[in-house]
Nanobody, 118 residues
Framework: QVQLVESGGGLVQPGGSLRLSCAASGFTFSTYAMSWYRQGPGKQRELVAV????????NYADSVKGRFTISTDNAKNTVYLQMNSLKPEDTAVYYCSAYDLVRKRRYWGQGTQVIVSS
């Protein structure tokens, strides 16, 4: 039922910007917490950013604070990750995740590749 489709990944130069999108369907968007995770080469998956769509509260990994912004468009059931001042260490597959606050279930998108390189 729940579907998450990421888009917006690609190759970008250091210092550049990229905006990732996650289109969600099959659930009431405002009852979920939406997150972005990433997994770099040879690394564990890590949490990048979280937003509670009901009130808009956010949290970020220390490594991306001040550079990344998570946001939602509730009317469109879409979550975004605006990434600025990108660094090579931001290179990873980025995954959208939705957590159902009522049923306490987590869902994942397929991932989108971000490569930061000159």
């Amino acid at each position: 039922q729940v579907q998450l489709v990421e888009s917006g990944g690609g190759l970008v130069q250091p210092g550049g910007s990229l905006r990732l999108s996650c289109a969600a369907s099959g659930f009431t968007f405002s009852t979920y917490a939406m997150s972005w995770y990433r997994q770099g080469p040879g690394k564990q998956r890590e949490l990048v950013a979280v937003i509670a769509t009901a009130d808009g509260s956010t949290n970020y990994a220390d490594s991306v604070k001040g550079r990344f912004t998570i946001s939602t468009d509730n009317a469109k059931n879409t979550v975004y990750l605006q990434m600025n001042s990108l660094k090579p260490e931001d290179t990873a597959v980025y995954y959208c995740s939705a957590y159902d606050l009522v049923r306490k279930r987590r869902y994942w998108g397929q991932g989108t590749q971000v490569i930061v390189s000159s």
